[in-house]
């Protein structure tokens, strides 16, 4: 049997009354429902131009969803099954997907099968059912000669879509997904021929998607040997006491592993470090950004306004809004002009921002932050007090006839930035565009300088 749209067919009432359920403490199931009724009740999604609210379940891919899910339909069937006269043999779930073992012939299943769909109002099941062979998840379960027999079972739509071997991976993830699929295969085919000739449709798979041929014979074998009924047992997680080491991959870091194997005996002799770091540190890569990272980004735009520009917060102690510069058009030393295009305030962070001198048109210092603005300005503001002549905006303010009260501030982009050099890169081409080194404050390229002949 499978649930149909189980997590958006959740009610919220019915969900968190599950949780205090399972949890006997009191105290702690009320504060845990509380908790996810706010992460059921703030869900925001966008389509188009326009924000939604997500009034009913739970959304697909949140990390809640699937222990919400699993309560949830444990608390249903334990209520179910407990009131039934007549129960499946075995029962098996996996969130929202069952499978059981009828003994009470045709008819009594289709009753039990009525009977649960009626159960929950938001709840129904499809229903499979023979009494030769059904698919459940990946495996298809057959009745043979008296026995239970199980082999794989693939949906016509699969393509055997794993990662290419051209793919910007370290090796080793490579090598593991053709060991892990080949296991897979070994634990779940009961016959061992059947299972070899999975294995070698498999194995052509993977040579279509450029992986060595060789490797991948290799990792096929490796996996064969492991015997079955090691694999079908339940096996407790090894502990692990080495501290990981996280960097983001690049083939240049290979020998990072060697420089950490090289650090072993140093790590061990010494008291201090090998208490902290206990055993040799595991070498563990997060992945970079791809394609779908750098060209999309799910961050929701607050910028479409019909009044863009930088605007005072308002706030009793904010410093910074009588410096504000709230026009959305910012003319640049070059006479060039520069079209801001989101709505902003003092308190915006991740921000590339402008700073201008109310006597001086061509006094222009183009800065970025990821901090919030006023905070920025504040270590302006701060140089210009202390005379610190060594800083651009120090310096010109600090000039015969100006001050502080000449100084105003207008952020010119805010993007979904990923890191300060993303900000730096921005930063830059904004200079360049409105030329701040040539004719205004900037002094220099920033980090583009140390490239620069």
Same mark, same amino acid.
């Given at each position: 049997?499978?649930?149909? +749209? ?67 339909? +444990? ?57 030769? +062979? ?48 080949? $296991?897979?295969?070994?634990?779940? &085919? ?54 990981? $080491? ?30 902290? $770091? ?12 791809? $394609? ?28 910074? &809004? ?23 305030? &003092? ?107």
């Amino acid at each position: 049997m499978d649930v149909e +749209a189980l997590y958006t067919n959740i009610p919220h009432k019915d969900g968190l009354q599950a949780i205090r359920n399972s949890i006997p403490d009191n105290v702690t199931a009320n504060l845990v429902a509380e908790l996810c009724d706010f992460v059921l009740t703030h869900n925001y999604f966008t389509f188009g131009d326009n924000i939604y609210l997500q009034v009913s379940g739970t959304a697909m891919g949140t990390r809640m969803a699937p222990q919400y899910a699993n309560i949830f339909m +444990a608390d249903l069937e334990q209520r179910f099954l407990s009131s039934r006269p007549l129960t499946p043999l075995l029962y098996l779930r996996y969130i929202d997907d069952i499978f059981i073992i009828w003994t009470h012939g045709k008819e009594a299943l289709e009753e039990f099968h009525h009977d649960f769909n009626n159960f929950h109002p938001t709840i129904n099941l499809s229903l499979d059912q023979s009494t030769r +062979a059904v698919h459940f998840l990946d495996t298809t379960v057959l009745i043979s000669d008296g026995h239970i027999n199980t082999t794989l079972y693939r949906k016509p739509t699969d393509r055997y879509t794993y990662l290419h071997a051209s793919s910007f991976h370290p090796g080793h993830t490579t090598r593991s997904i053709v060991y892990s699929q080949a $296991l897979r295969y070994n634990r779940i &085919c009961s016959n061992p021929s059947d299972r070899d000739k999975h294995l070698q449709d498999l194995y052509q798979a993977f040579l279509k998607l450029q992986y060595p041929p060789a490797e991948v014979k290799k990792q096929i074998d490796r996996a064969r040997r492991v015997p079955r009924s090691h694999l079908l047992q339940d096996r407790p997680n090894k502990e692990n006491n080495r501290t990981p $080491l996280a960097v983001t991959f690049s083939p240049q870091l290979k020998p990072l592993q060697r420089i950490i194997r090289d650090l072993q005996p140093i790590l061990k002799d010494d008291p201090l470090l090998s208490q902290i $770091l206990g055993d040799r540190p595991v070498l563990a890569y997060r992945q970079p950004p791809n $394609l779908k990272q750098i060209l999309t980004s799910n961050h929701t735009s607050l910028n479409k306004t019909t009044n863009p520009g930088t605007y005072p917060c308002n706030k009793p102690r904010c410093q910074l &809004c009588p410096h504000i510069y709230s026009s959305d058009i910012i003319i640049g030393p070059n006479h060039i002009s520069h079209t801001i295009r989101g709505s902003f305030t &003092c308190t915006s962070t991740n921000v590339i921002y402008a700073i201008m001198c109310q006597q001086c048109p061509s006094a222009m210092y183009i800065g970025q932050t990821g901090q919030s603005l006023c905070k920025r300005i504040n270590g302006h503001k701060s140089d210009i007090r202390n005379q610190n002549t060594q800083k651009p905006v120090g310096e010109h303010f600090n000039l015969s006839g100006h001050s502080v009260t000449d100084l105003r501030v207008a952020i010119l982009q805010q993007k979904n930035f990923k890191n300060r050099l993303q900000r730096e890169t921005a930063g830059l081409e904004l200079i360049c565009k409105l030329d701040t080194i040539n004719s205004g404050l900037n002094k220099d390229w920033e980090w583009l300088s140390h490239y620069k002949h």
